[in-house]
């Protein structure tokens, strides 16, 4: 291996990690690979056809010497000791979206979707939108597919639709969004955030940083903390709005999508055209609207996108109907108010799942099991949040909320045997799933397994 190449230390070698040494070693860089773990399955076959150095199972504050760059997983923050000792010895830190960013066409157009909740629906929705309308169109980022992986794909004119969280925002320096949407804030991550909501608000809006005076910021005006923002962005500020008519922007009248730009009016799709259910999914539809519409889409093929799309894997997924109960899949509800946007969805009496993790975010379930609502029949509870999910329910005066132990099939039966036909069992834990799967997706494809298996 060539010594006289610039080193770079990937931490964290999950998909962003994996892109990441992947794109670095095609542009001639040294890589260090590095992981708390010191075995991962599957690793050395993914990173097949590059070389690299395998560091897995170190401290990344003893392979600092030498390194240029160092590209962090999301979940690894940016403030933790040895990425701080990295920077003090003038090593850059980034994040993966910020090096897909780099290796990507400077002339291609970065379409974002940012907010706590619906996110992926919104992203996976604009970028349908996009593809109907004949742009060459990349869906990428938090959404499952890094941009890395993809970088060097990208060519002048193609249009990338990537979700992007607070955790990859907060590393971001050159990362530029042509169109920034802000769907919603609440309290998500804070354990990752110092306990600050603050400081997780300042992440997310690092999406609008790099904006200039020919990019457009489009802002959910029903959410008084995304309205605000149009003040953090040199970009054009656009509004959408579910509850009011706008000046200009997006909103509704009679059910009907209205866009209203420079004093004229677009009609576009009723909201009962969408296929995706719930409240929540009209602002989503109005946000995925409004940012093609910025960025100079026909307005029939955003119409025919938003006809057409059916929704996303792990958000509000139709599974399957057994004697006459329907089993729904909404693995990515992994905090209480996206949870709350799928309880509002509901509209047969429901068993709702909780839990189903093991990692405590520590967040407050209260104001979930206050949105109920006579939707919800009753709640098992799971995994290392069960104990906080009860005493939120005993604080709502909600009595039927049960904990659970044992198996994801020895849940899903409890759920079955106290449903009537007609009932609903969703999975929608509130909650993130580590410690007992890899990720949300894991969880809901196990889930819809075990339905399989009934």
Sequence with gaps: M??????????????????????LYRNGWRVVINDMKSDIDGLKEALNGIEYIDALGRDPSDLLEGVSLMVLSPVIPIFAPFAKEAMARGIEVIGEIELGYRYASRDARFVCVSGTNGKTTTTALTGEIFKAAGKSTYVLGNIGIPIAEYAQEIKPGDYVVAEVAALQLESIRDF????????????????????????????????????????????NYDDPAVRDMARLTRARAVYFSAQRELDEGMFLRGGRMVWRLMGVETPLIGTRELQIPGA????????????????????????????????????????????????????KGTNPDSTIKAVEAMDRP??????????????????????????????FASGVNAPAILEAAKRAGYGNAHAFEGSLDELIRAAKALSSRGDAVLLSPAAASWGMFSDYEERGREFKKAVMRL
């Design 2 to 23: 060539n010594q006289q190449k610039k080193t770079a230390l990937v931490v964290g070698m999950a998909r962003s990690g994996i892109a990441s040494a992947k794109l």
């Design 176 to 219: 530029r969004a042509n169109a920034a949407g802000m769907l919603n804030i609440s309290e998500d991550h804070l354990n990752r955030f110092e306990y600050k909501m603050g400081n997780y608000v300042a992440a997310k809006c690092r999406v609008f940083e790099n904006q200039t005076e020919s990019d457009f910021a489009v802002l």
């Design 280 to 331: 929540h999914n009209v602002q989503n539809a109005l946000c995925a609207a409004s940012l093609a519409l910025c960025m100079g889409l026909d307005p029939a093929a955003v119409c025919e996108g938003l006809k057409s799309f059916k929704g996303v894997e792990h958000r509000i997924e139709f599974v399957r109907e057994v004697d006459g109960v329907v089993f729904i899949n909404d693995s």
């Design 350 to 379: 429901t068993v709702l799942l909780l839990g189903v993790g093991n990692y405590d975010k520590k967040s407050d379930f209260t104001p979930l099991f206050e949105a109920f609502q006579g939707r919800i029949k009753a709640v």
